[in-house]
């Protein structure tokens, strides 16, 4: 599938689109320091709150946030079993439809370091 982006891509990408949108006004750094907050660590650690994001972003359909949650999991040393159960529940959860989507979230892991499929 070539329409999955390599990360160094979709970072950039991302990086570029969140400053644009920085230039629109105050609420969406608001917004932002809420969902920074929001993942911060608390009583559930980090990584625990990526997978929910991941399992979140899959039933909503966002490509984009399924792509930087499963960067945030890598970062925060969650392993590809633990990914790939939380992208079960999310199939279990939405249904079908999902397909697509996990399709390719898993070619997007395979391009991660610390998730990519061992050979």
Not at 70 to 86: F, I, K, M, T
Request: charged share 25%.
């Amino acid at each position: 599938m070539t329409n999955v982006p390599h990360p160094d891509e979709f970072r950039h990408n991302r990086a570029e689109g969140n400053d644009a949108l920085r230039t629109t006004g105050s609420v969406v750094e608001s917004f932002f320091a809420l969902d920074g907050a929001a993942y911060a660590p608390g009583a559930l650690p980090k990584g625990i709150k990526e997978l929910m994001g991941l399992v979140i972003s899959v039933t909503k359909d966002c490509e984009e946030c399924v792509y930087y949650h499963l960067e945030q999991c890598e970062q925060e040393g969650v392993d590809r079993e633990q990914v790939l159960e939380a992208l079960h529940i999310a199939m279990v959860g939405a249904g079908s439809v999902t397909v697509p989507l996990l399709r390719r979230a898993i070619i997007f892991m395979d391009r991660l370091p610390g998730l990519a499929k061992p050979t």
